[in-house]
């Protein structure tokens, strides 16, 4: 009964944590987004395909090749995702006897149920993974036809779609690293509830910090996203002006 106390206190406390972090983590990239990372990062992209797309015919190679590296990096998070997924399916399927090919450390719990709950969560972990990768890539994919596509700095609907389809790609990209950092609990979850549960109280403080800003990291970022505001007006506009 202990084992037992220990499993369902500590496991679903955890859990917990983690839950609750990132539903304030999307209430502030809604509500602040400039207290996020991935808020600046939003607003970084958008101004990128800014600048890309007021001289395709310069800056097209440059476009294509840093989507390129993009779709890289999801085709390698992809890759290893998928292959995690059948290692686990192949090692679940030839085990005859899970509960005793496991090394319980902690006052693990040692039921076959429990097993099976603890490899398919894993498994689920690295599927949500593949598919987010996946559907980075298509986003990505897309957006480098887009992105070549001459136009104008009075045509902001062109633009604005192609900078959401792009900030959908990194979202989704972003989804699928995050399902990565949650399949590090639940692989100490093996050992036993005790490591599972420091390992979300670790994960937490470490995702807040990688997660949000400094008061000078949003100044640095507002200034340079208001300087290159003045630099990419065009010319006669600065002269006009003047």
């Not at 990372?37 to 001289?55: F, K, P, T, Y």
């Amino acid at each position: 009964m202990e084992e037992a106390a220990i499993d369902f206190v500590l496991v679903p406390l955890g859990l917990f944590l983690l839950t609750v972090y990132h539903a304030w983590l999307i209430f502030t990239v809604i509500r602040h987004p400039r207290r996020t990372v991935i808020g600046l990062n939003a607003e970084s992209r958008h101004q990128w395909v800014l600048c890309m797309m007021s001289d395709p015919v310069k800056n097209g190679v440059l476009a294509v090749q840093t989507i390129r590296n993009n779709i890289m990096a999801s085709t390698l998070l992809a890759t290893t995702a998928i292959t995690l997924c059948s290692l686990i399916g192949v090692f679940v399927t030839s085990s005859s006897d899970t509960s005793n090919a496991k090394l319980h450390l902690i006052y693990g719990n040692k039921s076959d149920l429990c097993t099976s709950i603890k490899y398919f969560s894993i498994l689920l972990c690295f599927l949500v993974a593949f598919l987010c990768n996946v559907q980075s890539i298509r986003y990505y994919a897309h957006v480098s036809f887009l992105a070549t596509v001459p136009t104008w700095r009075d045509q902001q609907d062109s633009i604005q779609y192609v900078a959401r389809n792009l900030n959908r790609g990194s979202f989704f990209w972003s989804v699928g690293l995050r399902a990565f950092y949650f399949s590090f609990p639940l692989f100490l979850w093996i050992f036993g509830p005790i490591p599972m549960f420091a390992c979300c109280c670790i994960l937490s403080c470490v995702l807040y910090f990688l997660d949000t800003t400094t008061s000078f990291t949003r100044k640095l970022h507002t200034s340079s996203l208001r300087d290159d505001g003045n630099n990419d007006r065009p010319e006669s506009t600065r002269q006009g002006s003047c």
